[in-house]
């Protein structure tokens, strides 16, 4: 429970908004919000009935999904698993596939590409290439159902290494829900929320959720124009307007987001959706 609200939201009137909209944006962050967080990262799998909700809202047309993910495209399509593919901006946004298959990629650097290949090479000397993801502009490493010591023990040498690079080599160093990741600068959540927004128009009615750090930056670009939601078994502090737990939640949150795509209408029961 959140017996004390930081984030005052009208969610019975986003509702009604939502409802009566023509133009509605689900923007979904992909690890620890759709899918619970595996140690097997290949094995994340959508919570049951995700998947059968979310091709609902996207058959019955009337509202775009876009999933945002620090993944890259590549590893989220056979997870998310759908029959029907939603737009996906991949790598915290430096990728982008459209709904029509389309695919756009931002390069990355000249330095940060030099830096990016200095990290890959220091982590196989180093051991622990093994820890390693490799993401279109971004190294990711990844602790998580390690030993506390020996977790604390490689993102002690991470943020080492990170510090050791030349100033302006054009990446920056993220923590994220299990981990670090060194990632080439120019491209954020927030950024591609920005962009969906300019191309949706002033009249579009959307929700970002998800869970992490690397998520705040949507939460902010979202803040005054639509809903965040923070989807996380705990709360924690953050930007975000709303606090649902998966995946119960989760599920009421995203079937009542069907019912009004589907019917212009829909049950007003809330329960269980509390105010960040």
Same mark, same amino acid.
């Given at each position: 429970?959140?017996?004390?609200?930081?984030?005052?939201?009208?969610?019975?009137?986003?509702?009604?908004?939502?409802?009566?909209?023509?133009?509605?944006?689900?923007?979904?962050?992909?690890?620890?919000?759709?899918?619970?967080?595996?140690?097997?990262?290949?094995?994340?799998?959508?919570?049951?009935?995700?998947?059968?909700?979310?091709?609902?809202?996207?058959?019955?047309?009337?509202?775009?999904?876009?999933?945002i993910s620090g993944?890259?495209?590549?590893?989220?399509?056979?997870?998310?698993?759908?029959?029907?593919?939603?737009?996906?901006?991949?790598?915290?946004?430096?990728?982008?596939?459209?709904?029509?298959?389309?695919?756009?990629?931002?390069?990355?650097?000249?330095?940060?590409?030099? +830096?990016?290949?200095?990290?890959?090479?220091?982590?196989?000397?180093?051991?622990?290439?093994?820890?390693?993801?490799?993401?279109?502009?971004?190294?990711?490493?990844?602790?998580?159902?390690?030993?506390?010591?020996? +977790?604390?023990?490689?993102?002690?040498?991470?943020?080492?290494?990170?510090?050791?690079?030349?100033?302006?080599?054009?990446?920056?160093?993220?923590?994220?829900?299990?981990?670090?990741?060194?990632?080439?600068?120019?491209?954020?959540?927030?950024?591609?929320?920005?962009?969906?927004?300019?191309?949706?128009?002033?009249?579009?009615?959307?929700?970002?959720?998800?869970?992490?750090?690397?998520?705040?930056?949507?939460?902010?670009?979202?803040?005054?124009?639509?809903?965040?939601?923070?989807?996380?078994?705990?709360?924690?502090?953050?930007?975000?307007?709303?606090?649902?737990?998966?995946?119960?939640?989760?599920?009421?949150?995203?079937?009542?987001?069907?019912?009004?795509?589907?019917?212009?209408?829909g049950s007003?029961?809330?329960?269980?959706?509390?105010?960040?």
């Amino acid at each position: 429970m959140n017996p004390e609200p930081v984030n005052a939201y009208d969610i019975l009137r986003f509702w009604d908004l939502l409802t009566r909209s023509r133009n509605r944006a689900l923007l979904l962050d992909y690890d620890g919000t759709l899918a619970p967080f595996r140690v097997e990262r290949d094995k994340a799998v959508p919570y049951f009935g995700v998947r059968k909700i979310l091709e609902k809202i996207i058959v019955t047309g009337g509202c775009r999904v876009v999933v945002i993910s620090g993944r890259s495209v590549e590893d989220l399509l056979p997870l998310l698993g759908l029959q029907v593919t939603p737009e996906i901006w991949g790598a915290h946004g430096r990728e982008r596939l459209y709904a029509d298959g389309e695919y756009q990629f931002l390069p990355v650097g000249a330095k940060a590409d030099k +830096a990016l290949k200095e990290v890959l090479g220091w982590a196989k000397t180093s051991g622990l290439e093994s820890y390693c993801e490799l993401k279109p502009g971004c190294i990711a490493f990844h602790v998580r159902g390690l030993l506390p010591e020996k +977790a604390e023990e490689i993102l002690t040498q991470v943020r080492s290494v990170s510090s050791s690079l030349e100033q302006g080599h054009g990446v920056g160093l993220h923590s994220f829900d299990g981990g670090l990741e060194i990632r080439a600068e120019g491209c954020h959540k927030g950024q591609a929320v920005e962009t969906i927004f300019q191309e949706s128009g002033p009249d579009i009615v959307a929700a970002y959720l998800g869970d992490d750090r690397t998520d705040e930056d949507a939460f902010r670009a979202i803040k005054g124009r639509g809903v965040g939601v923070l989807v996380r078994s705990e709360l924690r502090t953050t930007e975000a307007d709303l606090w649902i737990k998966p995946p119960e939640e989760l599920l009421q949150f995203l079937s009542e987001w069907a019912r009004a795509c589907n019917k212009g209408q829909g049950s007003r029961g809330r329960a269980g959706i509390e105010k960040a």
